[in-house]
């Protein structure tokens, strides 16, 4: 994994990873749309981008992440890429909020949510 210094990389990116339809309005806002329709495709992907080190955020489909969570949880004490939940097509399913509520309870080390 790439050294990830929060101040070293100035102008770092957004990346989203989930199916085609749902990310690629993206775009227009200037943020990386990585393509995936499975559960492999998503992991790959998440990999790929996390490794560059030039990502500082990846939002990723909660169907998706709920899916690769393992692969989604060996970052989650890594300073960058933070990794958020965003509801798919389908609405929320919870996974998101639990992760949301699981990142805050480490941070500050009380459940406040």
């Not at 990830?4 to 775009?27: D, P, Y």
């Amino acid at each position: 994994m790439p050294d990830r210094h929060l101040c070293e990389n100035i102008m770092s990116k957004i990346g989203i990873i989930g199916a085609g339809e749902c990310v690629t309005a993206f775009l227009a806002l200037g943020v990386t749309v990585f393509e995936a329709l499975t559960p492999d495709e998503a992991a790959a992907q998440l990999h790929r981008a996390a490794s560059t080190g030039e990502y500082a955020v990846l939002f990723i489909d909660e169907e998706l992440a709920a899916a690769i969570c393992e692969d989604v949880a060996r970052y989650k004490d890594e300073p960058l890429p933070a990794i958020t939940v965003l509801p798919g097509k389908n609405g929320s399913k919870g996974y998101g909020a639990a992760a949301m509520k699981d990142a805050m309870e480490r941070a500050i080390g009380a459940d406040i949510l």
